[in-house]
């Protein structure tokens, strides 16, 4: 017996000890390796299937390693901005920033990464934070902290310090040897500052220098056999472009380049540009219908994409050279400019709550910790209470932003739902008035000239009856100016979006409505407008089953301001949802009520 307790205690500590140094060795594992390893897995899956990489993230979600995770983050991240996903990538980035935090390296390039995402969607203000946290980030080499700093600040200085702006962006021109390898080894700034110098270039009309410098360049790349990169698609694109510009016949070769490695392009958008810039050639030699293909193609290839950018540049290309497909155009440019700001707008708002909602963690983080210091002292039990306690009070915090969300999106569908809905009415108005004035015109003018034509083909011509007839003409031409002179299109109908409302709860409760039809509203008002019916929605919605309600809705002018009234004839309490929304949304209100009656009134201007 005491023989077999001495076996099991010595497998019991050869257990442990290889329990022990499984997990020194794993934290000691080269996760470069490891993410050369994950890299290649994107990579290969990417080109399998380039819209949907979610199983791969999936999988090395597993791993327990913070470095490797992170760079999981990072290479979704990448994946998600090839398909102009900006919102999901900035995320994701953020989670790498998250477990980066005991690698400082790995941290500040992630953020230049964040960085170069939000200055591609022309959110500076979220740039310019990010920047000035990453300065606080030590890195081993001030020489390339500061090189990085520097070149993705160029958007921000072009913003708010031209002379400054001018003074860097010819010192990259200009670069000398040790930062331009610095550059080189760094794919990422490499194509960035390229993208930003020729861009600056053409600005000033230089395309002999972005020529030679794109051409070394393109050079070099083939050598080295990287023509699958965006690196090498950037400079053939500039290339192309300012040979474009300077009519140079040695054109064909890099279109030739171009066509020949397309197959292997990163995204979708170099095939973009590539009809684009085939496009931008027959400009040049006025073949109208090869440039109204070339444009349509890259218009159909960026719908494929969901590329809201490159979709409103190519619609306005297409205004301007198409005369014949107008109205198709500039309806479809209407709705895409409409998303654009839309998702530009939403971007700005995820990536502001996103920061926030990390700031917010790693406040709690750090409270939590000086707080396990002290619980170290107590017992068991309660060390475990604190622990249960805070991932609830986490899974709490999560389901609330996670409605918040769900609230915010549906908040956006109702405001389009009446966009679409008020559009469609004022389409309808400003097309019945135009018949309306044709069948004027038909009727009161066209008829009489016919009848006068017919006189002047008359053997015998009355002179008198004829000059009474081109008065009759003359009188309704006048009677036709006065009517289209004094047409009034209502831009917004106010009325339509109350009586909406009256219309949908008519069965559950008795709503009376007044509106001053001589109110204008800005776009801003309007936009508020919208808000505040959600709100009411979210209001009646409540009280519908209570028994004998009356509610009166008006909009009208009280000293110089446009008033909304929502008049109850009961008390009734705003939750705090109710005024969650209106505080959120710094929306101005009042609230009165007695026993009696409620009175919101709310400040549309």
């Not at 010595?10 to 442990?16: A, D, E, G, K």
């Not at 990448?78 to 005991?102: E, G, H, I, R």
């Not at 200055?119 to 001030?142: F, G, Q, W």
């Not at 002999?208 to 965006?230: C, F, G, M, Q, Y």
Request: glycine share 0%; hydrophobic share 35%.
């Amino acid at each position: 017996m005491h023989l077999i307790k001495k076996h099991i205690l010595f497998l019991l500590v050869i257990c442990l000890f290889t329990a022990c140094n499984n997990k020194k060795v794993y934290k000691n594992a080269n996760y470069k390796i490891d993410s050369i390893t994950m890299r290649k897995n994107y990579n290969s899956e990417y080109e399998a299937d380039p819209y949907n990489l979610k199983k791969v993230h999936s999988l090395y979600m597993k791993e327990t390693d913070s470095i490797l995770l992170g760079i999981n983050h990072q290479l979704y991240s990448t994946y998600l901005v090839k398909n102009n996903k900006f919102d999901s990538a900035y995320y994701y980035l953020t989670l790498a920033n998250n477990l980066f935090k005991n690698n400082d390296r790995k941290k500040f390039f992630n953020s230049i990464r964040k960085v170069s995402l939000t200055n591609r969607i022309d959110l500076l203000a979220h740039s310019k934070i990010e920047m000035e946290k990453l300065k606080e980030i030590p890195l081993e080499d001030e020489n390339v902290k500061q090189l990085y700093i520097d070149v993705f600040s160029l958007p921000i200085l072009k913003q708010s310090d031209s002379d400054q702006y001018e003074t860097k962006i010819n010192r990259f021109i200009n670069i000398d040897d040790a930062n331009n390898k610095i550059v080189k080894r760094g794919t990422l700034i490499e194509n960035y500052l390229t993208g930003e110098i020729n861009k600056y270039l053409i600005t000033k009309a230089d395309y002999d220098k972005i020529i030679v410098r794109s051409t070394a360049r393109i050079n070099e790349l083939l050598k080295e056999n990287r023509t699958n990169e965006d690196l090498f698609f950037t400079n053939l694109f500039y290339n192309i472009y300012a040979k474009i510009e300077i009519r140079d016949r040695s054109i064909s070769n890099d279109f030739a380049h171009y066509k020949a490695n397309l197959a292997t392009a990163p995204t979708k958008e170099s095939e973009v540009l590539y009809y684009y810039l085939k496009a931008k050639q027959f400009q040049t030699t006025s073949l109208k219908d090869s440039v109204l293909y070339n444009f349509s193609k890259a218009l159909q290839v960026s719908k494929q994409t969901d590329n809201f950018i490159y979709e409103h540049q190519l619609l306005q290309l297409l205004l301007a050279t198409d005369n014949f497909n107008t109205n198709k155009y500039t309806n479809d440019y209407i709705k895409i400019n409409d998303s654009l700001l839309t998702y530009k707008n939403y971007v700005n708002d995820f990536i502001f709550a996103t920061n926030s909602n990390f700031l917010k963690l790693k406040s709690e983080q750090q409270s939590i910790q000086k707080q396990n210091l002290s619980i170290t002292a107590f017992t068991f039990i309660l060390l475990f209470s604190v622990v249960l306690y805070y991932f609830i009070y986490r899974n709490i915090k999560n389901r609330q932003l996670a409605r918040k969300h769900r609230e915010y999106l549906n908040e956006k569908t109702q405001m389009y739902k009446y966009l679409i809905e008020i559009k469609e009415q004022m389409d309808a108005s400003i097309l019945n008035e135009n018949n309306r004035t044709k069948q004027l015109i038909s009727t009161n003018a066209l008829s009489k000239i016919d009848d006068l034509l017919v006189d002047f083909d008359k053997l015998e011509i009355n002179l008198d009856q004829l000059q009474e007839k081109i008065k009759e003409v003359e009188d309704a031409a006048r009677a036709i100016s006065h009517t289209i002179s004094e047409t009034n299109y209502t831009i917004v109908d106010i009325a339509y979006i109350i009586n909406d409302i009256k219309k949908q709860y008519a069965n559950f409760i008795k709503i009376e409505t007044f509106i001053d039809n001589t109110i204008i509203l800005s776009d801003l008002e309007f936009k508020t407008l919208l808000r505040i019916m959600l709100f009411t929605y979210k209001l009646i919605d409540k009280i519908k089953y209570k028994e004998e309600l009356t509610c009166f809705l008006s909009i009208y002018k009280s000293k110089n301001k446009s008033t909304y009234k929502i008049w109850i004839n009961k008390s009734i309490n705003l939750n705090e949802d109710q005024l969650t929304f209106l505080n959120d949304r710094s929306i101005n209100f009042e609230l009165n009520k007695d026993n009696q009656e409620t009175t919101v009134l709310i400040y549309i201007s």
